[in-house]
C-alpha cells in the first residue's frame, strides 16, 4: 500500500491576491515585480513564506496565493483536486471555503468564499476573468475527505513550483557586474582606437539603451562612488520597454532620467511596474516631438 507522502497547508492558512496590470511583465522583473506585491499588502513574512502564481491574460491580472511552508514536502490544499482534472478542460471546484479553477491540471485561480452564492461562482469568474468552465464540482465533506485521500496516497510524484519572498539575487548581481565591465571596456577600446573620429548622427537618433550607457559614464567619471549596478538595472528596465532616456543627472545620492515616449499611459504604467520606488517629479506634452516627457528620480543608494 502506498503511504502519504504530502503534509496538506489547510484553506486557513492560504491567502489569494490579484494583482491587474496593463500589460504581461517581463520574466526578467516578474517575480519582484511579484514579491514587492505582497509586500504592499503588509503581510508577515518569514523565512518559510512562498508564493505560487498565474498570469491570466483575459483579465490582465495575476492570480497569487501566498503561505507558509515550514515543512519539506507540504503543498496548499486547492492542489490536492489536481487528480480530479482532465488534461484538456477548465474544471471548476466549489468546496463549504473556497472555490479553484484548474486548466489542463494547472491551478488558475483560487479564492475564499464570501459574499458570493455557490450558485453564482461559475458566472462571476465567466464575466470577472472572461474564462468559460467546461465542468463545475461541489465538493461537499465527505467528498473532500475521498479527494484529499487519494491524493496523499497516490504514487506519483507532483512537482510544485512555488516561489520564496526571499530575493535569491546575489548571481543575478554578478551577471550585472560582469555586463557593466564588458560594456566600459568595449566602450573605451573603441574610444582609444578612434580618437578623432566624428559622430555625425542627431542626438535622438542615438539608440536610447547606448545613449543611456554613454551619459552615464560621462557622469559616474567624476564620481568616487558608483551605484552602478541600481543605475544599469534601471536603464535595462527602461530601455527593455522601449523608453528613450532623454538626458540624467546624478545628485546626493538620486539620479534624475527626463525620459520620452508617444504614449502617456505607457510612461505611467512602466514606471508603476518597476521594482523600486520611482518619483515622478513631472510630466508634460512636447508638441514640437509630438511625445511626452517625464522628469524621474530615484535613490541609487537604497
Known amino acids: 500500500?502506498?503511504?502519504?507522502?504530502?503534509?496538506?497547508?489547510?484553506?486557513?492558512?492560504?491567502?489569494?491576491?490579484?494583482?491587474?496590470?496593463?500589460?504581461?511583465?517581463?520574466?526578467?522583473?516578474?517575480?519582484?515585480?511579484?514579491?514587492?506585491?505582497?509586500?504592499?499588502?503588509?503581510?508577515?513574512?518569514s523565512t518559510n513564506s512562498k508564493f505560487y502564481y498565474n498570469f491570466i491574460p483575459s483579465s490582465l491580472s495575476y492570480e497569487i496565493i501566498y503561505f507558509e511552508d515550514t515543512l519539506k514536502l507540504s503543498v496548499p490544499e486547492p492542489f490536492i483536486f489536481i487528480e480530479e482534472c482532465d488534461t484538456t478542460t477548465k474544471e471548476l471546484f466549489v468546496t463549504n471555503h473556497y472555490f479553484c479553477l484548474f486548466d489542463s491540471k494547472q491551478l488558475l485561480l483560487y479564492?475564499?468564499?464570501?459574499?458570493?452564492?455557490q450558485e453564482d461562482i461559475?458566472?462571476?469568474?465567466?464575466?470577472?476573468?472572461?474564462?468559460?468552465i467546461d465542468k463545475v464540482t461541489v465538493v461537499d465533506e465527505e467528498k473532500y475527505e475521498l479527494i484529499k485521500n487519494k491524493f496523499l496516497l497516490q504514487n506519483k510524484k507532483h512537482s510544485f513550483t512555488f516561489y520564496s519572498m526571499k530575493k535569491e539575487n546575489s548571481f543575478q548581481i554578478f551577471l550585472i557586474f560582469v555586463s557593466v565591465m564588458i560594456v566600459l571596456f568595449t566602450f573605451f577600446l573603441y574610444i582609444s582606437l578612434n580618437p578623432n573620429q566624428q559622430t555625425t548622427?542627431?542626438?535622438?537618433?542615438?539608440?536610447?539603451?547606448?545613449?543611456?550607457?554613454k551619459k552615464h559614464l560621462l557622469i559616474y567619471k567624476e564620481i568616487d562612488k558608483k551605484p552602478v549596478n541600481s543605475s544599469?538595472?534601471?536603464?535595462?528596465?527602461?530601455?527593455?520597454h522601449n523608453i528613450f532616456i532623454e538626458k540624467l543627472?546624478?545628485?546626493?545620492?538620486?539620479?534624475?532620467?527626463?525620459?520620452?515616449?508617444?504614449s502617456r499611459k505607457k510612461l505611467l504604467a512602466v514606471m508603476k511596474n518597476y521594482i523600486k520606488n520611482i518619483e515622478i517629479q513631472s510630466i508634460q506634452f512636447d508638441e514640437k516631438l509630438n511625445k511626452y516627457k517625464m522628469d524621474i528620480s530615484i535613490d541609487v543608494k537604497k
Not at 479564492?111 to 452564492?117: E, S
Not at 548622427?201 to 550607457?213: Q, R, W
Not at 546626493?252 to 508617444?262: A, D, P, W
Open 122 to 132: 461559475q458566472t462571476y469568474i465567466e464575466q470577472l476573468y472572461k474564462i468559460k
Open 232 to 240: 544599469i538595472e534601471l536603464f535595462e528596465y527602461l530601455v527593455s
Open 201 to 213: 548622427a542627431k542626438d535622438e537618433n542615438i539608440p536610447s539603451y547606448e545613449k543611456g550607457y
Open 111 to 117: 479564492k475564499d468564499i464570501k459574499n458570493i452564492l
Open 249 to 262: 543627472s546624478y545628485k546626493n545620492s538620486k539620479l534624475n532620467i527626463v525620459v520620452e515616449n508617444s
Open 1 to 45: 500500500m502506498a503511504t502519504k507522502t504530502w503534509e496538506i497547508i489547510d484553506c486557513s492558512n492560504i491567502q489569494s491576491f490579484s494583482i491587474k496590470v496593463t500589460e504581461e511583465i517581463s520574466d526578467k522583473y516578474l517575480l519582484d515585480f511579484l514579491r514587492t506585491s505582497l509586500e504592499n499588502q503588509q503581510l508577515e513574512f
